[in-house]
């Protein structure tokens, strides 16, 4: 049998993989994805799985926006850091859902009804209203992320961030001056995480915070060389080329 976790924060669904073996392991196959465009994707050329456990809010969206294109019939879980919003309107279609940080005795209670009803999703249910209940159709941006320190997990704002630089892996550089590696596929997916009016991909290797700037120099290369209120390894340039987007991203 095989299960597809929806989750954007890398750690978190690589905890949930292993509370899933753990409970389960009649789920012999399991696949992580880390975001809507990844799930569309992936659907486009796989049958789904036997369950899917979708976190609510990811990087580039809410993954109800799932059902507005697909008519998923697999069963669903769905997690979630809160519990203001539609939980009810889930109970009471039938879906299960958890709040984070997942019990793995809760998770293993929504698996073992699924198992035992092979519950299908309700394609009749009004996902629109339940949309609308939970939150604004407008994307939403990570307000904050985890990070591995030690065997800890360390919350981290994102307006703390003061940039995220590839070096022989990717790190956080924080406005107190800490570092941090950051687990994450490419700064493609964190870039898609942030909210574009603090944070500017400025080249291949940097995105920097608004208010992380100290200085932007011009340089005899027509390139610009922006200086941060922290010290970085490297030095962070904007192409001649990115110096129109720039200057309107920084100039709002």
Request: charged share 25%; aromatic share 10%; net charge neutral.
């Amino acid at each position: 049998m095989k299960a597809v976790i929806l989750e954007d924060e890398q750690l978190i669904a690589k905890e949930l993989m292993a509370k899933i073996r753990n409970v389960a392991p009649y789920l012999q196959d399991i696949e992580v994805l880390t975001s809507l465009k990844a799930a569309k994707k992936w659907l486009l050329h796989n049958e789904e799985p036997n369950v899917w456990i979708m976190d609510i809010q990811l990087s580039d969206g809410i993954s109800f926006e799932l059902f507005e294109h697909y008519q998923l019939k697999s069963p669903v879980i769905f997690t979630t850091a809160y519990d203001e919003f539609a939980l009810k309107a889930f109970k009471s279609n039938g879906i299960d859902y958890l709040l984070k940080p997942i019990d793995e005795s809760e998770l293993s209670k929504a698996l073992e009804k699924i198992k035992r009803t092979n519950l299908p999703i309700n394609n009749e249910m009004d996902w629109g209203a339940i949309f609308s209940n939970y939150t604004s159709t407008k994307k939403q941006f990570k307000e904050r992320i985890i990070i591995q320190v030690r065997n800890n997990w360390m919350p981290i704002n994102t307006r703390d961030i003061a940039c995220i630089n590839k070096e022989s892996i990717i790190y956080l550089y924080l406005s107190n001056g800490e570092k941090y590696p950051y687990e994450a596929q490419s700064l493609d997916e964190i870039e898609e995480m942030l909210d574009p009016r603090y944070f500017y991909r400025a080249n291949r290797q940097t995105i920097v915070n608004l208010n992380a700037i100290k200085m932007v120099q011009q340089l005899d290369s027509q390139k610009l060389l922006l200086l941060l209120n922290i010290s970085i390894k490297q030095s962070i340039d904007v192409s001649r080329e990115k110096i129109p987007s720039f200057k309107k991203w920084f100039n709002q």
